[in-house]
C-alpha cells in the first residue's frame, strides 16, 4: 500500500510522519560519517555497524568526542545476534553500552 502512494512520500516536499521514522530500519555495515550544521553549530554523526566483527573500527573514533548518542532496539528484546545464536540482541547491547560508557576514551565527555 505505501509504496502505491510512492511519489507522495518520496517526493522534495515529503515531511515523514512519526510512523514512518519508528518502521525505518536500515542495517549499518562499515563507518559512516555525515556532517551537519544546526543553528550554526557544526557536528559530526558518525554511525558504527553493531556487529562484534565492525566493532574494532570504532576505536579510533573516539579522540575528540564531545558526546554519544547510543541508540539500541527496544524490538530486538526477542531476537538473537546474528553471528551468535545464543545471545540476546539487547542483552548484547546493554552489555556493550556499560562497557564503552567507562571507556577511558570518555572520560572528558
Known amino acids: 500500500e505505501k509504496l502505491e502512494k510512492y511519489p507522495a512520500w518520496g517526493g522534495p516536499s515529503w515531511i515523514p510522519t512519526e ?3 519508528l518502521n525505518t530500519r ?4 562499515g563507518v559512516i560519517m555525515q556532517n551537519v550544521t544546526i543553528d550554526n553549530s557544526k557536528y559530526q554523526i558518525i554511525d558504527v ?4 566483527t565492525e566493532r574494532r573500527k570504532w576505536m579510533r573514533l573516539f579522540q575528540g568526542v ?3 548518542l547510543f541508540v539500541a532496539s527496544l524490538s530486538e528484546y526477542d531476537q538473537t545476534l546474528y553471528e551468535d545464536s545464543e545471545t540476546n540482541r539487547l542483552d548484547e547491547t546493554l552489555n556493550l553500552w556499560k562497557t564503552n560508557a567507562n571507556r577511558k576514551e570518555f572520560e572528558d565527555s
Open 19 to 21: 510512523e514512518d521514522v
Open 26 to 29: 536500515v542495517r549499518t555495515t
Open 66 to 68: 564531545t558526546g554519544i
Open 49 to 52: 555497524g553493531g556487529q562484534r
